[in-house]
Every structure is written in C-alpha cells, then in structure tokens.
C-alpha cells in the first residue's frame, strides 16, 4: 500500500507534539504556533474568496442573484479557473489523483455492494476523482443466498472528492434524452467517506441500476416454474378450448366446436388468471429493482460528506490544517537541531551529516527522514511527509533559512518577531 501524504492527526495535538518536543521553550513556541496558524489561516481566507467567486457562475444551489447575468464565455471561463483552482486546493489538503486507469481497474473488480450499476461515461465532459486515506480492510458477506459467510478484504478509500461536468443540451437532445436527475452543463462537486475502490460506480450521478445475471436467473427460474403451475392447475380448460378453435380453424380437426356460455366463461377465467400472473411477475421484477435502488440511496446517504459548495469549504479547512501540521513539524524538528536550541547540536546527530552539524539544520532529505522516523518509531505510523511543500512555506515566510543545500531554522524570538510585523504590516493604507 503506498504512503500517504496525510498526517492523521489533528493540528492541535500536533502543536501538543511540537511543544513537548521544545519543552525548555514552550512559552515563546505556543505564541509562534498562533501566529503561524493565523497567518495560513488567512492566506486559505483568499483562496476560499477565489474559489466561491469562480463557483458562484456555474453553482446550481445559489440562492443570490447577480447584477449582470453571466454570458456562456464566462461561465466557461469560470468553470475552467475553478478546475484548476479545486485541483491546487485538493493537492494542498493531500488528496490524491484517481488516474484514469486506477478508475478502469475499480469499475471492473467485483462490488462489495450487491447491485450491478451501469455508467454513461458519454455524458460526461469532464469526470476527476480524488482520495485521501487508502487502507486494506476486512468484511463478512453473505454468499449462496445468505446461507454461508465468508472473509472479504478489499482496499477501502477514506474520503473521496467527485468533481463531474456534464455534456450541454444539445449533446442530450441529440441522444433524444431529458435528464431529470441534473441539468445538462451544470459541475457537481461531491465528497464521501468509506468507499471500496470496487464501488467507485456508485458516485456517479447517473448510475443506473441493472440486474445481475443471478437475479435475471432467479427471477426467471420462479416465473418459469410458476408459469409452469398455472398452466397445469388454471389454464387446463382454457388451452383445451383454445387448441380446438385453432385445430378446427386450421382444417385440422372437422367437427365444429359449440362455444357455449360455460366455456366463454371459463376462457374469460383463464385469461384472467393468466394475467394476473404477467401482473405479478412484473410487479415482483419492479418490485426487486426499487429494493435495489433503496439499498443504493441508503448507502449513499451514509457516505456522502458534502454537495457543491460546501465540500470547497470542508477541504479549505483541511488543507489549512495539513498546511499548519507540516509546517510546525518542519520548524519544530529544524529547531530542534540548531544552535539556538539548548542542546541542539546533539539532536539526531547520528542521521545528519558534518556539514549539517556544522550549520545547526538539515537538509530536505535528512529532514524528511527525521519525521518519517519519528512517527514510525513513536505512533507506529507510516507516512510520506511532504517535506518540500513544507520547507518552500516557512522559506517563502522567512521562518527558515537556506545555506547550501541545507535548512537553518530562526531562532523562536526572530520567528515570533517576523510572524507580528506580518499583522502589523498586512493592511497598508493607500
């Protein structure tokens, strides 16, 4: 199983781990940790205000009006920013890319969910699918009509994002279609939680439910056996009649046959009978595709997260925090190792190298290494830190300085300081 970027743990606790780790100076990290997360807090304020003006063309819940109605060019431009604004934001919060053949192998495994679903990928003009969190999990089903139980194990996605445009009118009243589940052009945006990899079909909004061949079989099997039955007990009389009529009409047989009011009565009866049972095999073939359809809506109730605009603003909070627990991690474990750390020059010497000892920091790789040590060894807990994201942060805010290859973390009163005339200074006057 690859490791993921993701760092289960809350931000709070991960500020907890970093102050326990500067313990000497806990009084001056906890207001530099403030300050940090305040400042990325604001900088995912923008984003967000980015994100809802680009949505706000194309959202299909928006109850606001507009002073210009949007022409058919800018809301195509808008959908476009707000593609690639959603993908950085997904990237930022360590989603990964669903690739197209990942997609592919997942719709062909067999489903844990006992529906067979069926996908128009045509009406599609853009399908992505992201996930964060990806594991190997254990379930019992039921097998031979829920007589026996076995162990399944199947890879099971945490979160999944669902970001979908569909084709434009004209595209679906070419195909001679009205599509009454979503409005042809419009992009939904989805998030769901505790999806199998093999059930990935049941996301999309068109998904259609087929019958299995075990349920055609089953299906037919009883409406041939009962067939079968009426036709032996109810239908006696009225077939006997029937073939007399057809033998006398086709020269097969030369004595008339009396149709008299009993056997126009028990025609009738036997005609009834024979169509209340069309009725009931139908109704019962109804019946079991709207069981499945429940069984599919009740599934999705339970894993769908967030519709449309809400899920930008569910994943804005949780690239904000994936954005604060790398970057404190980083400062921490830097800091940890610099001359302005009481006794910093010892820390994990035996994982850097002379010139890093030398400098008080480390380098990308070295740093990188640290962390993923750290967790593994202290949490039991695999991950790939993205240590360069992290670094490229605290660089752009001056919070860490680079000699050579290697990373020197400031010491906390500079950081502390740099981190304050940013707020003093954030809003100028024109």
């Known amino acids: 199983m690859p490791l993921e970027r993701f760092i289960p743990f809350r931000k709070r606790d991960v500020i907890s781990l970093c102050e326990n780790l500067l313990a000497h100076e806990s009084a001056s990290f906890r207001a530099f940790s403030t300050l940090l997360v305040n400042r990325i807090h604001y900088q995912y304020h923008e984003q967000l205000e980015t994100l809802k003006n680009s949505y706000s063309h194309f959202d299909p819940n928006k109850d606001t009006r507009d002073l210009q109605p949007s022409s058919e060019a800018i809301r195509k431009q808008s959908q476009k920013a707000f593609s690639n604004e959603f993908a950085n934001l997904l990237n930022a919060a360590n989603f990964e890319k669903v690739t197209n053949e ?30 964060r969190g990806e594991s190997v999990k254990t379930e019992t089903v039921r097998t031979f009509f829920g007589l026996r139980k076995k162990q399944v194990s199947f890879t099971n996605y945490d979160k999944v994002a669902v970001y979908i445009t569909f084709k434009d009118e004209a595209y679906f009243k070419e195909k001679g279609q009205t599509p009454v589940t979503f409005k042809p052009g419009s ?46 007990t109810k239908l006696g009389a009225s077939l006997l009649l029937m073939a007399s009529f057809l033998a006398f009409w086709l020269g097969f047989k030369d004595d008339e046959v009396e149709l008299t009011k009993q056997s126009l009565i028990t025609f009738g009866i036997g005609m009834g009978v024979f169509g209340s049972f069309i009725f009931k095999e139908w109704t019962k073939f109804k019946n079991r595709k709207i069981r499945f359809m429940k069984a599919l809506s009740d599934n999705l109730y339970f894993k769908n997260l967030d519709n449309n605009a809400g899920v930008f603003h569910t994943l804005i909070d949780a690239a904000e925090e994936e954005d604060c627990k790398e970057a404190l991690l980083a400062y921490t474990f830097l800091f940890t190792c610099s001359e302005a750390h009481s006794g910093g020059s010892a820390a994990f010497r035996t994982m850097r190298s002379e010139p890093e000892i030398a400098t008080g920091g480390m380098t990308l790789a070295t740093l990188d290494s640290v962390i993923e040590t750290y967790f593994l ?9 993205d240590v360069t994201d992290a670094i490229d942060k605290l660089v752009d805010m001056e919070l860490v300085e680079q000699n050579g290859d290697v990373f020197v973390a400031r010491p906390l009163e500079d950081a502390v300081k740099i981190l304050d005339d940013y707020w003093d200074n954030i809003y100028q006057p024109v």
């Open 377 to 385: 060894e202290e949490f039991d807990c695999a991950l790939d830190f």
């Open 187 to 232: 992009t939904i945006v989805k998030l769901f939680q505790n999806v199998p990899k093999a059930d990935l079909e049941m996301l999309f909004p068109n998904s259609e439910v087929k019958m299995r061949p075990l349920d055609k079989l089953i299906i037919s099997a009883s409406a041939a056996i009962g067939g079968t039955v009426v036709l032996v």
């Open 102 to 131: 990942d997609l592919e192998a997942a719709l062909n495994e067999e489903s844990l969910f006992k529906v067979r679903l069926e996908v128009s990928f045509d009406d599609f003009e853009n399908v992505v699918f992201y996930r």
